[in-house]
Structures are given as C-alpha cells and as structure tokens.
C-alpha cells in the first residue's frame, strides 16, 4: 500500500499539500462531505469532534464529492462559504475529488482496499463515509456513511488512536 500520507492532494483553495503536510503526525478523520445531503448535519459533529480532540493531535479533513445524486454541486468558494456560515467549519477542506469509478483519486483508490467492521471493502457508500488514519498514514478504521461522528464507535477510535 503507497503511503497515505505522500499521496499529492489539493486544497479547497486549490494548492497542493497531502495529509502530511495538512496534518503533521495528526490522527486525521478522513471524511467525502457534500452540502445537499440528508447527512450534510453531520458537519456538526464533525465540527464538535475538532474542537473536543483537535488540542490532543487530531484533525478532521473533508473531501467534497459531488458523486452521489449531484449532492455537491457548488463550486470551491460556494463550498468554503457553506461550510463556514452553516456549520463553523475549522478543518482542512480539499478539493472536490471523486471517490468511485475512473476517475477515482488516488488517495481513494488506497483508502477503498480498507474494509468496515463488517469486512466490507470497495466502493465509497455514499456521502459522509469515515476513514480513520493513524500517526503512521495507516487506516485504522472505516466507518460506514450513516454512523454519526459523535456515535461511540467514531470516538471510541479516535481516543484510542490518540
């Protein structure tokens, strides 16, 4: 598996950077977010858990996708300006990717061999689907779209990584 970490990325601003870079030696929630989703709320909790583990080496970083039924149409500065009015959003955003098909980013392309807690690996799910990645750029695990950021199973992880 490449080093997650290494994996070239761009900002919501459109400059280059990878997780490293973003994060430092971070925990990173790894999370494709869109602004028209029945689970777009959960920008809140995502929110919440920077400010809660934030101080303790952690980070939350959003990957809009606009692959699921056109949920994330906007363009980076209607992302940016969503994100931040709506929901206070203070983690890094990058660019909007794909995480599925062809045009599939590479750093998905990784993230997609990781299975849930189920075994299940493949194909991005829907919008919201977590990816939790430890010090070293390992996913430690994948948590499926509906599974709130503040559910016990996300926080669980998250202490225990940290």
């Not at 959003?89 to 590479?106: M, Y």
């Amino acid at each position: 598996m490449t080093d997650l970490r290494e994996i070239p990325l761009r900002t919501l601003s459109d400059e280059p950077t990878t997780l490293a870079e973003l994060a430092g030696d971070k925990v990173v929630l790894l999370v494709n977010v869109a602004s028209k989703c029945g689970l777009t709320p959960q920008y809140a909790g995502l929110v919440e858990l920077q400010q809660t583990y934030g101080p303790r080496g952690f980070t939350v970083v959003g990957a809009p996708c606009n692959q699921f039924m056109g949920q994330e149409p906007g363009s980076a500065e209607e992302i940016q300006t969503f994100c931040a009015t709506n929901y206070g959003v203070d983690f890094p955003l990058l660019e909007k990717v794909e995480v599925n098909g062809e045009g599939r980013h590479p750093l998905y392309a990784e993230l997609t061999e990781t299975p849930d807690a189920e075994g299940a690996a493949g194909d991005i799910q829907w919008n919201f689907e977590k990816f939790l990645i430890g010090r070293d750029g390992k996913v430690l695990s994948r948590i499926r779209p509906r599974t709130e950021p503040t559910d016990a199973a996300v926080t669980g992880a998250i202490e225990a990584a940290l």
